[in-house]
């Protein structure tokens, strides 16, 4: 088993090959605007650190989301494409999964919230009983809105870090790994565990929208 996980459905543009076994190797990179320029030379770059070629990917991994519409996309089709042109499966997980997995290895044993920056004043975010187990799926909403629903247990991710008067408690990772995406990808296809389709789960609507009673102009 080789797997190729990728994520852009955060600020993080981040990249990691597995055997199965553990990570060989791993790139993260923080710029949110940067997503499309970034992804490619990170897969060229842990592929060249393991010693491997693009050939040799038996599965491809990937953040669906929760995440803003254009981050998101670039991952989404870099892997689809990455599993078309080598006939390997390509496996979605919720993006907040690995935040949570990661959690885990950090040594938060649960429960807890995983939030990421929705941007609009919004968080994504989900609770989870352990790292392993989400209670219930992803929501986007405004921090001040889920306050009792999140008090009284730690949080995870940029989102919370953006609100400490709502997530008092933040503790680490604060961005999205695909070295824990990969991982927790590695146990789940041992166990036998379905995956996501690499479908964005966007949760609302693209900020372009076309206009609505716009003026049709037809030649004279």
């Given at each position: ?25 791993e790139s993260d990179q923080v710029d ?189």
């Amino acid at each position: 088993m080789l797997l190729l996980a990728v994520d852009t459905a955060t600020p993080a543009v981040t990249v990691a090959l597995h055997d199965g076994e553990s990570v060989l190797a791993e790139s993260d990179q923080v710029d949110a605007r940067r997503h499309g320029e970034l992804l490619i030379p990170s897969v060229d770059r842990v592929l060249a650190e393991a010693g491997l070629k693009l050939d040799a990917i038996t599965g491809i991994v990937v953040g669906v989301g929760p995440g803003p519409y254009t981050g998101l996309r670039v991952g989404l089709v870099t892997a689809s494409t990455f599993a078309a042109v080598l006939g390997v499966p390509v496996h979605g997980l919720c993006t907040l999964d690995g935040l949570a997995y990661a959690a885990g290895t950090a040594g938060i044993e649960g429960p807890f919230t995983v939030a990421t920056d929705a941007r609009r004043k919004e968080v994504y975010w989900a609770r989870y009983e352990d790292p392993r187990t989400r209670v219930g799926e992803p929501r986007v909403d405004r921090p001040a809105d889920i306050a009792e629903q999140v008090a009284g247990v730690p949080a995870v991710g940029q989102g919370a870090l953006l609100y400490p008067e709502v997530f008092p408690d933040v503790r680490g990772p604060e961005h999205q790994s695909a070295a824990a995406l990969a991982s927790l990808a590695a146990e789940r296809l041992a166990a036998g565990a379905a995956f996501l389709p690499p479908t964005p789960l966007y949760l609302r609507r693209p900020d372009a929208q076309v206009p609505k009673n716009y003026k049709v102009v037809t030649p004279q």
